[in-house]
């Protein structure tokens, strides 16, 4: 699947929209907020959602109520998040469970709770959506290197199975934006590491003409999307390299680590019946 509408703020799977009326669900960008922190000229201001060291968390709170707002029709959803450690470990928030009041460590989050919105964060890192549309369970994923050689979203929809019984047939996936193969040279060690880990790492590193081992993240979690059964056509990448598209993205590699990030929002909405 390929086509996906684009706006300014969040980039969405068209398809999904059409499919799954009671389903909210995007990926950000830097485009629609109110952060003039990392600028790249005097006239625009960011979308930053992470309460970065330096930018105002004033601002951030703002983006995040637009995100909310774009994404749902309502600037109060709750963006349920996690605190991010690039593990292969994920949590799930129950139906009728209360929310967090703190967030807890983990790279992947699974709900069937309506009205909120699982967020992950990202600069760089691939953030993953998973939507299980016969059980209406959603799913988001984190996942930078660490979290793909410890298996986040292979891990994830199996804990989808074993905690909600989603099957794969069931499964469709969003890839958003990430750093592309075209950006991301890694060092031997790391390479090592892929082969290690999977029986296809040959299909996950190019080697330029100089010699630079560039390591394809995109791919990775495809491939781990793909071993949990899920249909290659149900499988959706949206919005590219976050290296190359500067104006579009944050990038932590494209920005030496001053910037802002970006998140990746699904959720259940309220209304019953559709
Ligand atoms: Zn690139």
Same mark, same amino acid.
């Given at each position: 699947m390929k086509p996906t509408i684009s706006s300014s703020m969040v980039l969405a799977v068209h398809e999904w929209s059409a499919r799954f009326p009671w389903l909210w669900h995007g990926f950000s960008t830097r485009?629609?907020?109110? +952060? *003039?922190?990392? +600028?790249?000229? *005097?006239q625009s201001c960011d979308l930053n959602l992470g309460l970065t060291a330096e930018d105002d968390p004033a601002c951030v709170g703002e983006n995040r109520l637009r995100l909310a707002e774009r994404v749902s029709g309502l600037r109060g959803t709750p963006l349920v998040g996690i605190r991010q450690i690039h593990s292969g470990a994920s949590v799930t928030l129950r139906r009728n469970q209360a929310l967090w009041s703190e967030a807890p460590q983990a790279d992947g989050i699974l709900s069937d709770q309506p009205g909120v919105l699982l967020a992950v964060q990202t600069a760089d890192c691939i953030p993953v959506l998973v939507v299980d549309g016969n059980q209406r369970v959603v799913a988001a994923f984190h996942a930078g290197w660490r979290g793909t050689v410890q298996r986040i979203v292979e891990q994830g929809i199996a804990q989808m199975r074993s905690e909600f019984g989603s099957q794969p047939e069931h499964l469709v996936a969003a890839i958003g934006p990430g750093i592309g193969a075209c950006c991301y040279a890694v060092g031997e060690e790391l390479v090592e590491r892929f082969t290690q880990q999977f029986t296809y790492a040959e299909h996950l590193v190019q080697r330029t003409e100089a010699g630079t081992q560039m390591l394809d993240l995109t791919e990775a979690n495809r491939r781990q999307l793909l071993a949990?059964?899920?249909? *290659?056509?149900q499988i959706t990448t949206v919005g590219g390299c976050t290296c190359c598209q500067p104006q579009r993205f944050f990038s932590h590699r494209g920005q030496l680590g001053r910037t802002g990030r970006m998140m990746s929002v699904v959720g259940i909405a309220h209304t019953t019946g559709i």
């Amino acid at each position: 699947m390929k086509p996906t509408i684009s706006s300014s703020m969040v980039l969405a799977v068209h398809e999904w929209s059409a499919r799954f009326p009671w389903l909210w669900h995007g990926f950000s960008t830097r485009a629609g907020g109110v +952060s *003039a922190v990392y +600028s790249q000229d *005097a006239q625009s201001c960011d979308l930053n959602l992470g309460l970065t060291a330096e930018d105002d968390p004033a601002c951030v709170g703002e983006n995040r109520l637009r995100l909310a707002e774009r994404v749902s029709g309502l600037r109060g959803t709750p963006l349920v998040g996690i605190r991010q450690i690039h593990s292969g470990a994920s949590v799930t928030l129950r139906r009728n469970q209360a929310l967090w009041s703190e967030a807890p460590q983990a790279d992947g989050i699974l709900s069937d709770q309506p009205g909120v919105l699982l967020a992950v964060q990202t600069a760089d890192c691939i953030p993953v959506l998973v939507v299980d549309g016969n059980q209406r369970v959603v799913a988001a994923f984190h996942a930078g290197w660490r979290g793909t050689v410890q298996r986040i979203v292979e891990q994830g929809i199996a804990q989808m199975r074993s905690e909600f019984g989603s099957q794969p047939e069931h499964l469709v996936a969003a890839i958003g934006p990430g750093i592309g193969a075209c950006c991301y040279a890694v060092g031997e060690e790391l390479v090592e590491r892929f082969t290690q880990q999977f029986t296809y790492a040959e299909h996950l590193v190019q080697r330029t003409e100089a010699g630079t081992q560039m390591l394809d993240l995109t791919e990775a979690n495809r491939r781990q999307l793909l071993a949990t059964g899920i249909d *290659a056509g149900q499988i959706t990448t949206v919005g590219g390299c976050t290296c190359c598209q500067p104006q579009r993205f944050f990038s932590h590699r494209g920005q030496l680590g001053r910037t802002g990030r970006m998140m990746s929002v699904v959720g259940i909405a309220h209304t019953t019946g559709i």
